[in-house]
C-alpha cells in the first residue's frame, strides 16, 4: 500500500457500570480529552477528531508527531494536563481556538500531548484484525522509540480491573476502559469489546432555586452543598428529572419564592426559593470553580419542620 486511509472511524467503548476483574481484558485511564486519530506519511502528519474534522491547527506543539515513521496510524486523545491530571476546562480553551496565533500563545499556556492508546497502521499495513494484545504491545515501542514526552503511552493492567478503578476514582478521574486483549479494531463500531466505566459520586443538596425554559417551564435546579461547615452554590441539575417530578416542582416552587438566593451564587441567574427542600445529585467530578460536572439528579427530599405559616416572600433576602 502506498499510502494511509483519508480517515479511520475509531471504535468506540459501551457503558458499563461496575468495575470488574478479568484476565482477559486490559484495564486502561479514561482520558478526559478529546479523540484524536494521527496519520503520519511523506513527512507530514494529520490530525482527526472523531468526526474527521481537522485539530492540526490548534495544536502546533504537537508537529512533532511528522518525525514519526511513515505509515503510522494512532488513535488515542489529545489530553491537557495542569496540575498533573488532566483538565477538561483546559481542554475546552485549547478546542475554542481557530487564530493560528492564538493556537501558538495557547500552546504555550496549555500545552497538550498525545495520548496514544491504539496503533491502527504500521509501514502502510492495517494492523486493525490483530489482537489488542499486540497492537499495544507494538504501540508502546513506537512511543518508546519517539522518546518525546509530549507522546504518551496509555498504560494499563490485566486482571486487577476493580483495584486499577478504585485508584481512577481515588485520583478523581475519568474513568477506565476494559479492552478485551484477543479484541480487533473495528472502525465505527460500539461493541463490549471496549467498555468505559465511569465512577459517580453522590452528594446530598440544599435547592436553593430554578431555571425555567423558554416554555417557561422547570429545566434545571440550582443547587448547593456543604463545604467545610458552609454552603456552596455548585451549579444546576436537570439530567434526572422526570416529568411527573418536574409538573410537581413547577407547582410546589413558586410556593416557596424568595427575592434572593439563601447564599451567594455569583454568575448564575434563576428563580429563588426559602430553605426546606434537599436533594440528592450524582456527579462525575468537580470543574475548576467548584461545580458538578455531569450532574444526574437523584431524589427529592423536603424537610418537614418548614413552616407553612410562614410566607417565602416574606424572609429576609
Given amino acids: 500500500m502506498t499510502g494511509l486511509p483519508a480517515f479511520v472511524e475509531p471504535m468506540l467503548a459501551k457503558l458499563g457500570r461496575e468495575p470488574f476483574d478479568s484476565d482477559e481484558h486490559r484495564f486502561e485511564v479514561k482520558w478526559d480529552g478529546t479523540r484524536s486519530l494521527c496519520f503520519v506519511e511523506g ?49 475546552l480553551e485549547r478546542e475554542q481556538v481557530r487564530d493560528p496565533g492564538k493556537a501558538l500563545r495557547k500552546a504555550r499556556e496549555l500545552p497538550a500531548v498525545f495520548v496514544a492508546f491504539d496503533l491502527l497502521y504500521t509501514d502502510f499495513e492495517s494492523r486493525m484484525d490483530r489482537p489488542l494484545s499486540e497492537r499495544v504491545e507494538r504501540l508502546a515501542e513506537v512511543v518508546a522509540a519517539c522518546g518525546d514526552p509530549r507522546l504518551v503511552f496509555s498504560d494499563g493492567v490485566v486482571g486487577a480491573g476493580r483495584d486499577f478503578f478504585e485508584g481512577i476514582r481515588t485520583r478523581a478521574l475519568e474513568g477506565v476502559v476494559a479492552k478485551r486483549l484477543a479484541s480487533r479494531y473495528l472502525p465505527g463500531r460500539r461493541t463490549d469489546a471496549w467498555i468505559k ?3 459517580v459520586h453522590t452528594v446530598h ?4 432555586g430554578w431555571e425555567r425554559d423558554a416554555r417557561g417551564g422547570l429545566r434545571s435546579l440550582i443547587i448547593a452543598m456543604e463545604e467545610e461547615g458552609r454552603l456552596r452554590c455548585v451549579g444546576k441539575v436537570g439530567s434526572g428529572l422526570t416529568e411527573e417530578l418536574r409538573s410537581r416542582l413547577e407547582r410546589e416552587l413558586p410556593l416557596r419564592a424568595r427575592p434572593g438566593p439563601l447564599i451567594p451564587c455569583e454568575g448564575v441567574t434563576g428563580e ?3 430553605p426546606g427542600m434537599f436533594c440528592t ?37
Avoid at 443538596?205 to 436553593?208: D, E, F, K, N, P
Fill in 43 to 91: 513527512g507530514i502528519h494529520r490530525l482527526h477528531n472523531r468526526r474527521a474534522a481537522d485539530q492540526k491547527p490548534r495544536y502546533p506543539e504537537l508537529d512533532f508527531l511528522a518525525g514519526l515513521p511513515r505509515g503510522l496510524a494512532l488513535d488515542g486523545e489529545i489530553v491537557v494536563m495542569k496540575e498533573g491530571r488532566p483538565s477538561f476546562r483546559g481542554m
Fill in 197 to 199: 466505566i465511569k465512577p
Fill in 205 to 208: 443538596c440544599v435547592v436553593l
Fill in 272 to 274: 429563588w426559593i426559602g
Fill in 281 to 317: 445529585v450524582g456527579y462525575l467530578e468537580r470543574t475548576s470553580d467548584g461545580n458538578l460536572r455531569a450532574s444526574v439528579f437523584r431524589e427529592l427530599f423536603e424537610d418537614e419542620t418548614w413552616s407553612q405559616n410562614e410566607q417565602p416572600n416574606d424572609r429576609p433576602g
